[in-house]
């Protein structure tokens, strides 16, 4: 069963929010990286979904950081792909300067 109730949570930029359905797989790609790696979190893992913080950008970032496939990759992601249980997706590219530029 999905759950459609809207989740409430604290992001530590936009205060007591609106989060996105708990995140089923992130697929990420990167440079030095032949194919896409799939991300799929171990514990239930949301998004603030104002869109306003760069929230998808840190999740991607601290999941790539950690993730043991993504070791052998000589650079940062590049793109980043979130699919959500609720069948959403969202895309995320990796460029150095433009998530503050949309800030
Ligand atoms: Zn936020």
């Known amino acids: 069963m999905l759950r459609m109730i809207p989740v409430q949570r604290d992001c530590s930029r936009c205060g007591h929010v609106e989060f996105s359905a708990a ?16 991300m799929i979190p171990k514990d239930e893992l949301r998004l603030c979904a104002t869109g306003n913080c760069g929230a998808a950008h840190r999740l991607v970032s601290r999941a790539f950081d950690v993730h043991p496939e993504t070791q052998e990759s000589v650079g940062d992601w ?12 969202m895309e995320i590219r990796n460029r150095s300067g433009e998530t503050l530029a949309c800030a």
């Not at 995140?23 to 799939?38: C, Y």
């Open 23 to 38: 995140i089923s797989v992130i697929v990420v790609w990167a440079h030095g990286l032949r194919l896409a790696v799939p």
């Open 78 to 89: 590049k793109r980043a792909l979130i699919v959500f249980e609720d069948g959403n997706g």
